[in-house]
């Protein structure tokens, strides 16, 4: 009983106003989910960005971004391992969005990189950027800053361990 009452008071809080959701926002057909970077060390000059976003049309172009708050230049990199060395290459012509499908920017994946950071990124604020896409145009956005070597961006009540509870 106490086992049960505790998943659902788990499960109910999980569902209350004020709780973490994912951030969402939209361009025409694309939806842009979760933007999120790292916290970098003081003295860093480069930071990195990673969002998800989900096209229900014909193929579209992430072509541009930029956070002039925080960065004095912005590029679209893909980054990856080869032969055991990162790699990672600029890529002016942008990302594709393919059609009815998803473009996902990770680490040691494709991702934003801020270049000629003007201040450190802190762990817990958020800062303001701009995505331009060939087809839907520009769309603001909002980067929330993980921790230093965060692998994915904070998570909802989806995201938690339930390993040890009694469903």
Known sequence: MFRTAT?????????????????EYKAGPLTIQDPWSRATPDGAKVGAGYLTVVNTAAED????????????????????????????RHLPEGMAVPANGTLTLKPRSFHIMFLDLKRPLKQGESFAGTLRFEKAGKVEVRFEVQPVGAMAPAAGHDAHDHSNMAH
């Open 7 to 23: 998943a659902a008071l788990f499960l109910l809080a999980c569902a209350l106003p004020g709780t973490a959701a994912a951030a």
């Open 61 to 88: 172009r992430l072509v541009a971004a930029e956070a002039p708050a925080v960065a004095g230049r912005v590029e679209l990199h893909e980054g990856g391992m080869k032969d055991g060395v990162m790699t990672m």
